[in-house]
């Protein structure tokens, strides 16, 4: 099957970071799959380092690493490469490229502008028609030579899947250290290949479930002291910081609604948890359930008007979905086991959900009516899925037996599962929207 062309994507693509016009031509290399089919056969690509006035070998390798771990692409040792230090403004010799079966070619330059500036101008080249599948022109600071090369994936990507990257984007997370019993927990932040790793908070008290703003450069995450819990809003961009206000009990499990204004939140009171909203503008407050159970982590649909949340209101804990005014609540989990920590797509397509059935624990997705359940992972503990930009990719956090929790990915086929590239000991993962 041929993979969809993306025009639309990548000219949206083309008017960041002051980017020329792109030209694209309709051929296309051949590939056995969509990006959520069942078998994924990963297309070979060759990244060749970029000529032109440093950084180039660097921003090819973060290129190839992006493509690479999207297990749709299957990147070419470049020991094999037959040319090297392609020049952007002519054609490589697409016979010598065809002998180690690359069937996509991308090279580049790097320029350093007379004003200090970093240009990239790079090329996709589709290997057996000998055609240009896209060319593009990134102009940015030269400490953001990661962005570019995160961007230059993203377009890439959208060429060749006809769906939109996920690779200038960056994950918030609970880092953890010390003994299992005494655990240090920071807030941080990432890009979303492990690059660039900063921490947000000190350490000095624990902080559980952050959660990015689909509009802003703004986190909303649960502060438990000894004094008790609070909810915080910090804003990534100024390092501002505030609480959403004090409230009677145990506050937990805030996160954004889409047009980052409002945040729905948990609020425990003897023993009975109900669901809250609160608006961001005026701090006028709702409860939008009375249940006698538990009733926790809160999600919104894409559009807002619907929020699915777990609660153990029918004897354990499942799925349900209500109106994000609390109205018409109904549950939608029906296989066997418990179910918590839901997640709304981005796209809306599907819910993600952590699942503990027979001693072992799951990430896996469902249809927003509960039907096409699919378990992607299994192991001892998986927990806390969150969602790339694209709806396509899954980041949560395993834990062996005995062992320190790290962070993985999986797709939605549940085919590409590995390790994230972050090294460190890391829960609670939280996907940002794509940078701006």
Known sequence: ??????????????????????????????????????VVEPLPIAVPAFSGAGRGAEIAQVVTGNLERSGLFKTIDPAAFPERNLDIGMQPTFDAWKTINAQALVNGHVTIEGDGRLRVDFRLWDVFSGEQLLGLQFTSTPENWRRVAHKISDAVYERMTGEKGYFDSRIVFVAESGPRDNRIKRLMIMDQDGANPSSLTD???????????????????MALRP????????????ARQET?????GMVFAPRFSPDGNRVAFSVERGGNSDIWIMNLTSR???KLTSDPGIDTSPSFSPDGSRIVFNSDRGGSPQL???????????????????YTTPVWSPTGDFIAFTKQQGGMFHIGVMRPDGSD?????????????????????????????????RLWTVDITGRILRPAPYQGSGSDP???????
Request: charged share 10%; with cysteine.
């Open 320 to 338: 349900y979905i209500m109106g994000s005014d609390g109205s018409g609540a109904r549950r939608i989990s029906r296989g066997g086991g418990i």
């Open 430 to 436: 939280a996907w940002s929207p794509l940078l701006n």
């Open 227 to 238: 004094t008790g819990s609070a909810i915080y809003l910090f804003n990534i961009e100024t």
């Open 203 to 221: 350490g000095s008290y624990i902080v559980m479930t952050p959660r990015f703003s689909s509009t802003s450069q703004e986190i909303t995450y």
């Open 284 to 286: 006028a407050q709702a």
């Open 1 to 38: 099957m041929i993979f969809r062309s993306a025009l639309a994507a990548v000219l949206a693509c083309a008017a960041l970071l002051g980017v020329a016009a792109p030209t694209v031509a309709t051929a296309q290399p051949q590939v056995g799959s969509t990006v959520s089919s069942g």
């Open 244 to 248: 959403l206000g004090r409230f009677p």
């Open 373 to 405: 359940e699919r378990i992607l992972t299994t192991s001892y503990l998986d927990e806390g899925p969150t969602w790339a930009p694209n709806g396509r990719v899954l980041m949560f956090f395993r834990e062996s037996r005995g062992g320190a929790p």
